[in-house]
């Protein structure tokens, strides 16, 4: 019989825990052993639907866990095969760093630091421990973004010149937000005790930009080759419509990404009802564009706007989520995709690391680029 991997999770400050929490249930393969959240920096104020209190909650009482009160006397205590790390974005490269010390792999729920000395930080750690590494973006599960990227390698479009990305809702706590794993949104919340969530503050890694806008600097990497470097990065981030938060906690964020013969446009918004945004991100090519709709359908238009026939395609086997795919693929001996592995991640690190120092100088900011 199959040996088990032992899996534990760590943090529950972040609502995609539900959903990571019901396929390690649902995996054969895997056995969730152990969960633990760290305690918040500030007491938050709520115990509503997606708080961390609630999160926790929610997760013990579907899968029978008691919860442990301390990470660390956990990680001693179960020598767990992996951890999936849920915490604050700035909490990330303390607890990958106790993890890797007792030599226990690490999956990181997306982005992967707030900064990119944290993501090197958190390379560093797992590298000298011979650890695994993973970073988890939901989106890396959707047939249809498979299906997007691969019309745009099609050719069929013509050469890749800009990539452009909206991505937002009313907030990760906001009036009807909603998050896989869980059948309800989330509950009404007075402004203070939303503010007093990590979400909202200041040194936390809250805010828009690491949230949501996010997902633009992952599109530009994931559909780029791994050698086309980005030059520089200019954004621009603003709290502009949620009072309660600090001023340099934004709630919307742009940024513009130069590479050597192409663009990116990414815009994140925590003010904007998601129905209203697009579904996917738009390839605009040389001789059409690549896009997806409403009802996530792959499209392709030429420059007239006349629709392309697309090339067959079939959605890659294990592509359900991060747990089944990691077990697939060991099964298999086969390489875990390019997006969840750290070196892909580092070249995310490295824009996100970029466009916020742009949008703190106001100037156009260069790109680390580390081998």
Not at 91 to 96: C, F, G
Request: charged residues 25%.
């Amino acid at each position: 019989m199959q040996k088990k991997t032992r899996a534990v999770i760590i943090g529950f400050a972040h609502m995609h825990v539900n959903e990571i929490a019901a396929y390690i249930s649902e995996e054969e393969s895997f056995e969730l052993s152990g969960i633990a959240d760290l305690p918040p920096e500030k007491p938050e104020k709520t115990r509503a639907r997606y708080t961390r209190a609630w999160n926790l909650e929610n997760v013990s009482g579907k899968t029978g866990v008691v919860p442990d009160g301390d990470y660390r006397a956990m990680l001693d205590r179960i020598k767990p095969d992996l951890a999936f790390i849920l915490t604050e974005n700035h909490r990330k490269a303390e607890v990958v760093r106790e993890c890797a010390a007792r030599g226990v792999g690490v999956v990181i729920e997306k982005p992967m630091s707030v900064t990119y000395r944290e993501a090197l930080e958190i390379r560093d750690a797992v590298r000298k421990a011979g650890v695994e590494a993973m970073v988890n973006w939901p989106v890396i599960w959707r047939p249809y973004i498979h299906h997007e990227l691969a019309v745009l390698k099609s050719g069929i479009a013509g050469k890749l010149q800009k990539v452009y990305y909206i991505n937002g809702h009313t907030g990760p706590l906001g009036v009807g937000a909603r998050h896989r794993g869980v059948d309800a949104a989330a509950e009404e919340m007075t402004d203070e005790a939303r503010a007093s969530t990590w979400w909202y503050q200041e040194g936390t890694g809250g805010g828009a930009f690491l949230d949501i806008g996010c997902y633009g600097f992952f599109y530009n990497t994931w559909a780029r080759p791994a050698s086309d470097r980005p030059l520089k990065v200019s954004a621009f981030a603003e709290n502009v419509g949620t009072p309660f938060m600090p001023r340099k906690v934004p709630d919307n964020m742009a940024a513009v990404i130069a590479y050597p013969d192409s663009y990116g446009v990414i815009e994140g918004t925590w003010t904007m009802p998601q129905s209203f945004l697009p579904t996917g991100p738009v390839f605009c090519c040389s001789e059409g564009v690549v896009f997806t709709t409403a009802e996530k359908d792959v499209k392709a238009v030429d420059l007239t706007g006349k629709e392309i026939p697309l090339p067959a395609w079939k959605a890659p086997d294990h592509i359900e989520n991060l747990v089944g795919h990691y077990a697939a693929a060991k099964a298999a001996g086969t390489p875990l995709l390019r997006p969840v592995t750290l070196d892909f991640n580092l070249r995310v690190a490295s824009l996100l690391d970029a466009a916020m120092r742009s949008a703190a100088s106001g100037a156009f900011e260069d790109v680390p680029w580390e081998k």
